[in-house]
């Protein structure tokens, strides 16, 4: 079965510092993968995806990610963060198609803690 | 507006006392499905449904049931609820399919707690 692993638990950072946060999956083949954010009390928003083409995939808020096949990871990054950055970030993986239909599998999640 | 509901948002309740949370959404989607967040562990399925009629377990579907008679609800039955049931839940749905429409739109989650 596919997993997801985000290696950073924690992330403390300071404003304007540059984030860089961990996923791997486990499972190859055609994948769809996704980055989503939930802000304290809220609900999971989407982030970005990557479905094909351009690897380098841009999201709302200035955050992008990189999805790297040979090294089965879709690191999510932001140049320069803000205080309203803090929230819980979770990275998740749909499929291989073939295999977990329309399954998604989400990893533990970073909590990212920006200071002012 | 485009959403997904869930009701109740809060519950507690004792050990063995059925409960069924209720979603709903207005967007039309074929799929929905069950997840329940607990810290450390992300978010993990329990249930999903592709459409009217049509369900599967997830990862955790142990001490759950759903059922999808209409496309727009996917209620969550605890026929017998234990303490290790205590977690956020939530409900999202998508269009569903494994292509590229499956970009999940979540509710505002349910908080459980059983005692």
């Known amino acids: 079965a596919q997993s997801v692993s985000q290696h950073n638990h924690h992330v403390i950072l300071s404003e304007a510092a540059s984030l860089e946060l961990g996923c791997n999956y486990s499972?190859?083949?055609?994948?769809?993968l996704f980055w989503y954010v939930q802000y304290p009390g809220q609900h999971l928003q989407l982030l970005l995806k990557y479905f094909s083409g351009d690897p380098l995939v841009k999201g709302i808020k200035g955050f992008e990610a990189e999805f790297i096949k040979s090294k089965f990871s879709f690191n999510l990054r932001k140049p320069s963060v803000q205080w309203s950055d803090t929230a819980e970030y979770f990275c998740?993986?749909?499929?291989?198609?073939?295999?977990?239909?329309?399954?998604?599998?989400f990893g533990g999640g970073t909590r990212l803690m920006v200071k002012p | 507006e485009a959403q997904v509901t869930q009701n109740p948002r809060y519950l507690i309740t004792v050990t063995g006392k059925k409960l069924t949370v209720t979603c709903s959404q207005n967007?039309?989607?074929?799929?929905m499905s069950w997840y329940r967040q607990d810290p450390g562990l992300g978010l993990r399925q329990i249930y999903y449904s592709m459409n009217v009629e049509v369900t599967d377990k997830g990862d955790v579907p142990e001490g759950y049931k759903v059922s999808r008679k209409e496309k727009r609800n996917f209620p969550l039955i605890l026929e017998s609820p234990s303490p290790n049931q205590t977690s956020l839940y939530f409900c999202?749905?998508?269009?569903?399919?494994?292509?590229?429409?499956?970009?999940?739109?979540f509710g505002p989650g349910t908080r459980l707690t059983v005692l």
């Open positions: 499972y190859g083949g055609t994948v769809n």
């Open positions: 967007m039309n989607h074929e799929y």
């Open positions: 999202a749905s998508s269009t569903g399919g494994g292509g590229p429409y499956n970009e999940q739109f």
């Open positions: 998740a993986v749909n499929g291989p198609y073939n295999n977990a239909g329309n399954m998604l599998t």
